[in-house]
């Protein structure tokens, strides 16, 4: 775990109030983080509508910008949309000027959010193949708008590349101009200029007592083994927090500031990754086929993503991070959707391997990619093994609000941003499991997920914090799709979590900004809903007050909150 500032790459310890930091200093600060939680589509347009209102809240002679919103936090954590978000305000010029010029005509930013970033996604659904189209247009006849954008999106992919990596980097690309090309350490907005930012993800790492993940049909197993302690691979969790994390803007030889796995130094010391491979079943899975089994080197402090932060694609590390169906390479899964979705284990998923120089995700790609559907010969295997091929899945596989993570880095402060579907309980289920009492694991589209306990207060006195600490903004009887927004504290001290590396008895304020939406992340939603959802969070931070509730917890300047609506 790492505390206090980081400059020139070297942790420092805390030495005074974040208040009383310069903006140089407070940019380079763990203990003051913002975090936005997952939640795909439904997310960017939560943090959109979120941030362009609160710009838009301020008078036109003292108006809020990025750099003055964003000043005092040193780290910024997200998990899965949360991490679409961030890359694209961070990286993207195209997508902050949108925000700021909704924050300019705040009567329209739903109007031109709708227009610069939702038209511009859907209008992939134009390459998908002629049935889709037809389908498509048969779905908007009988009034299905959400399904016939689904299955034009869908009919693009399977003509130009079923993957997660392929979905995140069409998104980037046709909604905020990040092509291909763009690196983890490139250039960025000022706003982000030497934060911390962590790319929160799930490593794949079930035992193999409970059958690995896997590659392709059935043929390929993979899972961690560590016998640290003298323990073994069996009490690991169904999955290792993990994240890439890099301090923005310092270039492509630019390296992580904090370790790869989240979890206490050590407890994966010496940690290998065993892969097992036998012939699938099936009638087109005829012949012999050698049984195989191997295990790759020691995976140390997994350097090929570390050392060589700033050179990975940013695509796959946004990829990584929302890889929603990546559990489905875990054989802990329901059976049933496990069979059906068997073909596409690879392609849901997002790879990576040892390769260095920034190659992580592409030969790990290529390795998974090139197999053969029955079985692999024993020189794919030994490359396999070789590489250290291992599967990653969507940050909320393990901390969906990437709260936790924050925490890990070195948080006592933490802006959290958090959505829910038709619940006020912050984040949904997410905040309050990880307290005293929650689950160990859930299930989500037949999914397992593993859950941690990271405060040490139990769930009910949770709950009951922010019953007596939460005030819900004034919303419009005009909004469409927003049922509430709720601004609210809760003081917590940590528990003891070695996989988040997290030490018992810290102090953390976590102030929390919750958007309680009536739509749903991604699938059968109409896109269009989004904006309609967007211009509702402005409309509602645009009512005298309620930006004033909001912008405390940034520690806006005093001199622009005198000017706030």
Not at 142 to 167: C, E, I, K, P, Y
Not at 265 to 281: E, V
Not at 284 to 296: F, I, N, Q, R, V
């Amino acid at each position: 775990m790492c505390t206090g500032l980081i400059r020139n790459g070297a942790v420092l310890p805390p030495s005074s109030e974040s208040e009383g930091l310069s903006d140089e200093a407070a940019a380079s600060d763990l203990r003051v983080a913002l975090t936005f939680a997952g939640g795909g589509f439904l997310a960017q347009a939560c943090y959109t509508g979120l941030v362009s209102g609160l710009l838009a809240s301020s008078q036109k002679h003292a108006r809020l910008d990025l750099l003055q919103l964003f000043r005092r936090f040193g780290q910024v954590s997200s998990s899965s949309g949360g991490t679409w978000f961030v890359s694209e305000l961070a990286f993207s010029p195209s997508f902050a000027q949108l925000v700021e010029d909704m924050a300019r005509s705040p009567s329209s930013a739903g109007k031109l959010f709708d227009e610069s970033w939702i038209n511009r996604w859907l209008a992939i659904g134009k390459q998908a193949s002629r049935a889709a189209r037809v389908f498509g247009a048969l779905s908007d006849l009988v009034g299905q708008a959400g399904l016939a954008q689904d299955v034009r999106m869908l009919g693009h992919f399977w003509r130009h590349g079923l993957t997660w990596s392929n979905f995140v980097g069409t998104l980037l690309a046709q909604t905020a101009d990040l092509g291909p090309d763009m690196k983890l350490g490139s250039p960025v907005m000022p706003w982000a200029s030497a934060k911390i930012w962590q790319a929160c993800h799930s490593m794949v790492t079930t035992s193999t007592t409970a059958g690995g993940s896997f590659f392709a049909p059935t043929f390929l197993s993979c899972a961690l083994q560590t016998t640290q302690s003298g323990r073994e691979e069996n009490s690991l969790p169904l999955y290792v927090p993990a994240r890439f994390s890099i301090r923005l803007g310092l270039g492509e030889k630019s390296v992580s500031p904090l370790p790869y796995a989240a979890c206490e130094p050590g407890l994966l010391s010496g940690a290998t990754l065993a892969f097992g491979s036998s012939r699938a079943q099936g009638p087109s899975c005829s012949g012999l086929a050698e049984s195989l089994t191997g295990a790759s080197p020691a995976l140390g402090d997994f350097q090929s993503v570390t050392k060589h932060a700033g050179s990975l694609p940013l695509h796959k590390v946004v990829a990584a991070s929302s890889a929603l169906l990546g559990g489905t390479s875990n054989k802990n899964m329901n059976p049933g959707r496990a069979r059906v979705l068997s073909p596409f284990h690879a392609r849901l998923s997002t790879w990576v391997s040892s390769a260095p120089r920034g190659t992580a995700f592409d030969v790990a790609e290529e390795l998974v990619g090139t197999q053969s559907q029955c079985w692999l010969d024993r020189t794919t295997f030994q490359k396999l093994a070789a590489a250290s091929v291992w599967s990653t899945a969507d940050g909320g596989f393990t901390d969906n609000t990437a709260i936790a993570h924050a925490v890990a880095a070195g948080a006592s402060e933490v802006v959290a941003l958090l959505n829910s579907i038709n619940c006020d309980d912050p984040g949904g289920p997410a905040l309050f499991n990880m307290f005293q009492g929650g689950p160990s694991h859930s299930s989500q589209m037949g999914v397992v997920q593993s859950i941690f306990q990271v405060f040490r207060e139990p769930v009910s006195w949770a709950q009951e914090q922010w019953a007596k600490n939460h005030t819900p903004l004034n919303v419009p009887e005009s909004c469409k799709h927003l049922n509430g927004i709720s601004i609210g504290k809760i003081k917590a001290h940590t528990a003891h979590c070695k996989w988040f590396g997290i030490r018992e008895g810290r102090a953390i304020t976590l102030h929390v900004i919750n958007v309680n939406c009536a739509l749903e992340v991604f699938l059968l939603e109409d896109f269009h809903h989004y904006s309609e959802l967007v211009q509702s969070i402005v409309s509602t931070l645009l009512i005298p007050g309620n930006a004033n509730m909001v912008l405390p917890c940034f520690w806006v300047p005093r001199s622009i909150l005198t000017h706030v609506k």
